[in-house]
């Protein structure tokens, strides 16, 4: 009966989190909890101004441009917003990278130990439509003794202590790295709680779905086109059959299909994007450390590990290929030969 069908002892994230802290998980310190608090309240509140943006007046363009070219739209700026006064608040980040803000933010009055890279709204462009977006964090512990510099965050990839998502698609998702696998959690918007719902995420080894803008695909190398036309022809590992085609525009939402369904995400090099379009900080980083820690690999054009490269200014970009083991490993022997 229904009295039965209710689960009573529900997981949210404050408590799985603290019962982390609790067990010694990795990285899960008191002050971990008190950032994710405070991201939390982060998303939650992205999360309800996306879903009212259209009845409120916030859809469509803010008439500005960002440090890497794109035009902002309302709840770019909003959701930029939104981050950093959340971030400011909680007292536990001492350096805040968000796409929207040219340089990078120090609170100088917080004893904090914490930086935080941030994409506050991803897929941006897919707005107005009402297709799925994302908020994308990147976390650093800052250098002994930094009193907040760019140093703090132009570091290897390995050197994140966590990452996360937030996608506010039909539901809104949170999935979680600190290190030790990945959990996800579903909002509850009654009860105004992350609820987990992907405990231990393990990403499936292999799918035959390819995830791509191929309207760029003039502007690619001859071996990248090469790619993507051996990827349509009938694949001898997969009875025969080719591989599907499956683009959203919006990373968060793509990367979250590959985690759940698994297939091959990329935006390489063009001729338009030499150096990719994807931003290391707060795009590739963070996705990366996801899709690996969920069983997943994550390279470059040249098939370089992600979380191996360093950035050398707060908004730099790169290639990237992510996915399930076994699809990425076919771009790898595609480059090798
Ligand atoms: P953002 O909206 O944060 O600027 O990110 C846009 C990114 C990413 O979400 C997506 O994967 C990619 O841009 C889509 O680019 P194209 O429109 O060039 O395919
Ligand atoms: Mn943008
Ligand atoms: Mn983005
Ligand atoms: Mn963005």
């Known amino acids: 009966d229904s009295a039965e069908s209710i689960n009573t002892d529900i997981i949210t994230l404050s408590r799985f989190i603290l019962e982390s802290q609790r067990y010694g998980a990795k990285n899960a310190t008191g002050e971990f909890s008190l950032l994710l608090n405070s991201l939390q309240f982060a998303f939650k509140f992205i999360s309800q101004t996306i879903r009212r943006a259209e009845l409120v007046n916030l859809i469509g363009l ?6 890497t070219g794109d035009q902002q739209k309302k709840l770019d700026v909003l959701g930029d917003e939104i981050f950093i006064n959340a971030m400011r608040a909680s007292g536990n980040v001492k350096v805040l990278v968000s796409e929207e803000q040219e340089e990078l933010l120090v609170f100088r009055n917080n004893p904090a130990t914490y930086a935080v890279c941030c994409d506050p709204i991803d897929g941006s462009s897919n707005l107005d439509a009402g297709v799925s977006v994302g908020t994308i964090v990147s976390l650093f512990k800052i250098l002994p003794d930094s009193q907040g510099s760019t140093s703090d965050v132009l570091r290897c990839g390995r050197e ?6 937030a996608m506010y698609g039909a539901s809104t998702h949170l999935m979680l790295t600190t290190g030790s696998g990945v959990n996800g959690f579903t909002l509850d918007t009654n009860l105004g709680e992350f609820i987990l719902t992907y405990p231990e995420l393990r990403m499936p080894l292999e799918h035959p779905i390819y995830s791509v803008n191929e309207g760029n695909s003039v502007y690619w190398e001859n071996s990248i086109q090469q790619f993507f036309e051996e990827l349509k022809a009938p694949q001898p590992d997969l009875q025969n059959k080719p591989y599907s085609s499956r683009y959203i525009g919006s990373m968060v939402a793509d990367v979250h ?9 990329a935006y390489p090099c063009d001729r338009k994007n030499r150096d990719g379009k994807l931003r290391l900080l707060y795009e590739a980083f963070p996705m990366a450390f996801l899709v690996e820690q ?15 490269l ?9 290639s990237i290929w992510l996915g399930s083991s076994h699809d990425v490993d076919k771009y790898l022997k595609h480059i090798a030969q």
């Not at 994140?160 to 998502?165: E, G, I, N, P, R």
């Not at 969920?294 to 191996?308: M, P, S």
């Not at 360093?310 to 790169?318: F, G, M, R, V």
Request: overall charge positive; aromatic content about 6%.
């Open 62 to 67: 803010a008439g500005a441009s960002n440090a």
């Open 160 to 165: 994140m202590v966590a990452a996360c998502y």
């Open 257 to 265: 299909r590959t985690l759940l369904y698994g297939g091959l995400f």
């Open 294 to 308: 969920a069983g997943g690999k994550a390279v470059n054009d040249r098939g370089e590990r992600i979380l191996d």
């Open 310 to 318: 360093t950035p050398d200014h707060i908004h730099a970009k790169s």
